[in-house]
């Protein structure tokens, strides 16, 4: 039987329960991180928790009753060992808790924290995706929900049925202007020569860790980026186009709205691929 750690303890998946009064469950008031972790270890996860810290005083949650970080590597070594594979998809979920009925939380909370481990395959950074524009949706950048890791996830369930209808891996979710933002799940990259471009964080885009990690390295390696608006049609002007986040790493994309993209094996991509990979792999903290 799989186990999860939840509110203090470890408990059997089957017997982890939360009240019917959960504000989490009945408004979406939460947040939550999700996490890589390779041989027990959990990747960038300083980094993570700081994330963590920002959600909360977004939705001015206390910070003093989210768990420490030496404590959330220590449960998930231990729930690790449940996993028999070298990574696993980390998830630390936290809700408001329980309250009185109606939109106000309560003064002092007794949240509803969770964190489960699951078996996670790392997929080739070069086995393509197919994206698609969805239709329904776009980002706002003054939305609450938009900026942290909600546990209100609706917009994107509805960009990823789109997609799916499609017999698309992903949609791309655009800015309320039109422009692209980022998908379900990643933020957005394309490379043009020797410069990279990615949507300005004023797009309504959650700025993501694998995100900071690429900006990190083109400062450090000297290479221009260029964060000018552009449309899905404008995609098609690049040399590549690819996604990152914390748990997959960087991905290509094949195909946007059916149009082939560029030549990536003629780009740098395979090389930052491979040093987000790495990273991941050690934990390094970013």
Request: aromatic share 8%; proline share 5%.
């Amino acid at each position: 039987m799989m186990q999860v750690w939840m509110n203090g303890s470890f408990r059997d998946l089957d017997a982890a329960s939360i009240p019917v009064t959960d504000r989490g469950f009945l408004l979406g008031d939460g947040f939550f991180e999700t996490m890589r972790a390779h041989e027990g270890k959990i990747a960038w996860l300083d980094a993570h928790m700081e994330r963590l810290d920002f959600h909360a005083e977004q939705i001015e949650f206390p910070l003093d009753l989210l768990p420490a970080t030496k404590d959330v590597a220590e449960i998930v070594a231990t729930l690790f060992e449940q996993v028999r594979r070298k990574d696993a998809v980390v998830r630390l979920t936290v809700s408001r808790g329980s309250g009185e009925r109606g939109l106000l939380p309560p003064a002092d909370p007794d949240p509803t924290i969770l964190i489960t481990v699951s078996p996670f395959e790392p997929v080739d950074p070069g086995v393509g995706l197919k994206l698609f524009t969805a239709q329904k949706v776009r980002r706002n950048a003054n939305s609450v929900a938009g900026g942290i890791k909600s546990i209100n996830y609706l917009d994107n369930i509805a960009a990823k049925q789109e997609a799916h209808s499609y017999r698309g891996d992903d949609a791309i979710i655009l800015s309320a202007d039109g422009n692209v933002a980022e998908t379900t799940a990643a933020n957005i990259f394309g490379i043009k020569g020797d410069t990279l471009w990615t949507p300005d964080e004023d797009t309504g885009i959650l700025c993501g860790l694998a995100r900071g990690f690429v900006l990190g390295w083109a400062e450090e390696t000297g290479r221009e980026v260029d964060f000018e608006p552009k449309t899905p049609e404008m995609l098609k002007e690049l040399d590549a186009v690819f996604t990152a986040n914390a748990l997959q790493g960087l991905r290509i994309v094949d195909k946007v709205d059916g149009l082939v993209i560029g030549v990536p094996a003629m780009t740098f991509f395979a090389e930052l691929a491979q040093m987000v990979e790495t990273s991941l792999c050690e934990g390094i903290v970013v």
